[in-house]
């Protein structure tokens, strides 16, 4: 059965609640790089990671969910909106009351005529759309596809017009990280209402990693940050601990658990905790750092933190 992968360190600051559907990722971006394909915190075992979770999970994994009454539901892991029962899963929701519905896809398929509003009809009241990067060059460069980065920011445009709400899901790359601030700048006056800044879990592919040294991507991070919550975004993070996020630590503090169905149920938890940690004034409410990206730079950077955890930096209530 379908279980809570997170744990809630302070459970009246629940922002919500993530579903992980275990789609097969067809997107040209590597397995545990995409974060529709390796939605953190859980990890798929690797055996397990081609075979995503059946309808029949995904809808049982809903129910359990809906019986929580979350504020807020995110339905994610690879493109949940091409399974055949994804109306329905959002009519359910939209039954059950939930208040917010937000479904994480690519972002071209919202470019598609009426699409966007056929989902906003179902029930979704919010999606979540990937860029890669703040230019068309660095963008496709990761997605591998040209034309990409404008078709994602078509469909932007398309759920805006739906009436739907718009979360930019952001991965902290090598490529890309020093455009965060860019992404923001675009995001401000195309209607955006929310940030999802994300470390990818790993594991990085050989050639030529997508995976950022966070110590080098934290002054960006931490910029953007700055900039998205000064214009009034709702910003959530992900992977990235307390040490990287400057005065932002709150974002670190695990406020959105996450049920999974099929494989990822049997996962791993993907995150560290070093040296640096035991130390730190921020243990037991940080995430930890990403094992991959300790496995490819150490603890090189990381510092621990001395000051008393800030609750009045945790994310805002969505809705509230």
């Known amino acids: 059965m379908p279980h809570c992968e997170a744990v809630i360190a302070h459970p009246q600051q629940l922002i919500g609640l993530a579903l992980d559907t275990c789609s097969t990722c067809a997107h040209p971006w590597p397995v545990g790089v995409c974060p529709l394909c390796a939605p953190g915190p859980m990890a ?25 009454t979350p504020p807020l539901l995110i339905l994610r892991g690879g493109e949940c909106l091409l399974r055949h029962n994804a109306l329905d899963l959002l009519t359910a929701c939209r039954q059950s009351g939930v208040g917010r519905v937000e479904v994480w896809t690519a972002g071209p398929l919202l470019a598609r005529p009426q699409f966007a509003r056929t989902i906003a009809r179902a ?15 660095g963008h496709d460069y990761v997605a591998g596809a040209a034309g990409h980065f404008q078709r994602v920011l078509a469909g932007v445009q398309r759920a805006r017009a739906a009436g739907l709400g718009v979360r930019l899901l952001v991965p902290v790359l090598r490529p890309t990280y020093r455009g965060l601030v860019g992404v923001v700048r675009k995001a401000i006056p195309a209607g955006v209402q929310g940030l ?6 790993g594991p990085d592919r050989d050639a030529h990693p997508l995976l950022a040294p966070l110590p080098m991507a934290a002054p960006y991070v931490q910029a953007a940050v700055q900039l998205a919550r000064t214009a009034g975004l709702d910003v959530r993070t992900e992977g990235l601990p307390a040490c990287q996020l400057g005065p932002h630590a709150g974002l ?11 494989p990822a149920q049997s996962g791993a938890l993907p995150h560290a905790f070093g040296p640096p940690c035991a130390a730190c004034s921020w243990q037991g409410r940080c995430a930890g750092l990403p094992q991959a990206h300790i496995d490819a730079h150490g603890w090189v950077g990381v510092a621990a933190r001395n000051d008393p955890a800030q609750l009045t930096n945790l994310p805002q209530r969505v809705g509230g």
Do not use: Y
């Open 252 to 262: 670190a503090v695990a406020t959105l658990p996450a049920i999974s169905a099929g």
């Open 123 to 137: 029930g979704a009241t919010d999606v979540g759309a990937v860029l890669f990067g703040d230019t068309a060059e």
């Open 196 to 201: 999802h800044l994300w470390t990818p879990p």
């Open 44 to 68: 798929p075992p690797a055996e397990a990671a081609g075979h995503p979770a059946a309808d029949a999970d995904v809808e049982t994994a809903l129910l359990r969910a809906l019986r929580m």
